[in-house]
């Protein structure tokens, strides 16, 4: 119960100290977006500047502080808020109250005070001391100047009781704001050393870290600490909420003022919704709030899917990170918050539409490693592959649905034509996926070693990837024409140089990359001797790799070890020696041992050379020779009792250096 409340307590902090930096938030916004009048002279320019400024600075300053400073901070701002407030009603009772007389109509014609007088002073004593009250205790002032301030507050409401003129009572009204503005300035002094003392915490704070942990560290450190993500997110729904609540307003007025029915059509409706979405987007704040609104959305949206597909890898859980910053670079690249209204709303529709095409891409990467796990671990219930299948089927038919509205509704040009691509390349990823996992579920039902699966996966998905490429080229160009002819920008410059980079340069270099090693492991393959027949049967042996029996053949590495061809090929893919014992697997053809091969066990075949092992010389040599290669790699090492050096080794190997060819294992099944 005690954890609950504690938990319960927390939260409500949290919420507290998101809700406390909303208002600087709407501060700077206001800032960047008032209007600036050019015609008042450059006296009133630099005034209104400083003012913009201080403003942004002060804001600024307090949507970083800590939280126990933000408290403190709101705690003597709503004090001195409390002070303005009774010297202004006092002031306005002095001036405009006539105690005896139709004094007060509301604007809207509602009577909210009591027209006699006595109830009148009596119920403005009270909203008096409430607030003095509320200043005393916030500024926490002592007990003799408490009453003095009360009485302060109270003076300007006897000098009505006691029916002073109208120019004595705005004279003390003057007097006993005065006071109280002297009174909060003291103590405002009073907390100075408070303020100096906690703004040279932080800064000495802020300064440790940089040299610590660096820009970056700091930067995320603060945008964690202050909670900016949910900062901005309440910004912009509070913002819609109070527009949207202005708008239904105005728009039932002006009906009922025309004679209209107030009634809320789907016209209606849709307008509203449009201003809404137009305002949501005037400002780069704005751009950040809704860009924070999409990330709540893409969060939980990654994580239903991963939860239907049943899929625990922490790495997919990015969704939430991917879509807001692509859609902030959006906004940026295409100037969103600087176009007209009606331009602006096309503008933000064709970014949502790059966006799900992007976010449907997200959600592939995330389907298809479960897909590819559950057919290569041959996992037979059809309740764990059923929502993948599903989830693969919607991402095959919603692109599709896509183009087509898209392409009934609009003429071609290059946004529609990005669009298209990027739904094209999507339904292509979808498809070599299928195909692949497909063969896999083909393979599983077999109890006979399939040895053509490798190539056939690697053939589907160098096709998918060839064709992947073409379309990067594709894009590339146009968003080239975009640039140099619709809307070219810097921003859009820098995603067509990384465009270049990732998913043309780096895609090609890999894929090139990965077929030279393909060809080179078949070499590899082709030169070592192959056993059939009667000659593989004496063997009586199961390849190290797969622990499966040799059904048709088996490669024979120079170290005289029984593997599958297929098996081998995918560990020279890694490196270049043998898994057993870690010996150099290629020979050049002249250099090759001719001597003769044994099996995994030391078994010999029958009909080879057995002088080598005749000879207890040359077999502790050999011995030596097969066991003494320390490997690179220290996950596949299994005997680490006999150590050697690289110039060791490469005296017993006869001076041949160690070269092996470190890979990325995911280019031969998936080139992305």
Known sequence: MASTNVRIGQQALAVLDVALRVPCIFIIDAIFNSYHDPGTGWAGTAGRV?????????????????????FKF???????????????????????IDFYSAYYKAALGFRLLPRNGPTLWLGMAVVQLLFGLGYVVLLNVQSMFAALVFVDIMIPLWGLIIELPVDVRQLVAVASGFILALNTAACLLLKLKWFYYSCRYVYLLLRHMYRIYGVQLLLEDTWKRIRFPDVLRVFWLTRMT?????????????????????TLTWDVCWDLFSNLIISG?????????????????????GL??????????????RLGFVAPVLFFILALQTGLSGLDPDERLVRLSRNMCLLLTA???FIHGMTDPVLMSLSASHVLSVRRHLPVLLVSMALFVLPVALSYALWHHYVLNTWL?????????????????????????????????????????YYVRSTGNVIEFIFGVIMFGNGAYTMMFESGSKIRACMMCLHAYFNIYLQAKNGWKTFINRRTAVKK??????????????????????????????????????????????????QDTCPMCHQKVYIEDEARDRAAFSNNNGYAAPGGDLDEFADPGRAEGADAAAGGAEPDNELLEDNDSIEYDEDEWGTLNGGTPIEEDYINDDTDSNGD
């Open 281 to 301: 987007c005037d400002s780069t704040l704005t751009v950040l709030g809704m860009s924070a609104v999409i990330s709540s959305m893409a969060h939980y949206l």
């Open 417 to 457: 034509f990005a669009v298209t691509a990027f739904c094209v390349e999507l339904c292509l990823k979808v498809v070599v996926s299928l195909t692949v996992y497909t063969l896999f579920m083909v393979d599983g039902y077999h109890n006979v070693l399939w040895e053509r699966l490798d190539d056939y996966v």
């Open 359 to 361: 976010i449907l891409h």
């Open 50 to 70: 400083l003012i913009r400024v201080f403003g942004i600075l002060v804001s600024s300053v307090v949507l970083v502080l800590s939280q126990k400073a933000l």
């Open 242 to 262: 109070a527009q949207a609540v202005i708008l239904v307003y105005v728009v039932k007025v002006v009906r009922h003022e025309s004679g209209q029915q107030v």
């Open 525 to 574: 393959i082709n030169s070592l001797p192959e056993v059939k027949g009667t000659e593989l049967h004496d063997i009586e042996d199961v390849c190290a790799i797969c622990y499966q029996e040799f059904a048709t053949s088996a490669r024979i590495t120079p170290c005289h070890h029984y593997f599958h061809a297929l098996c081998l090929r995918k560990w020279l893919y890694i």
């Open 74 to 96: 709101y705690t003597l701002f709503f004090a001195v808020m409390l002070g303005a407030v009774a010297v202004m009603i006092n002031y306005y009772a002095t001036s405009h």
């Open 304 to 317: 239903s899917i991963l939860a239907f597909i049943g899929s625990t890898e922490e790495e997919d859980k």
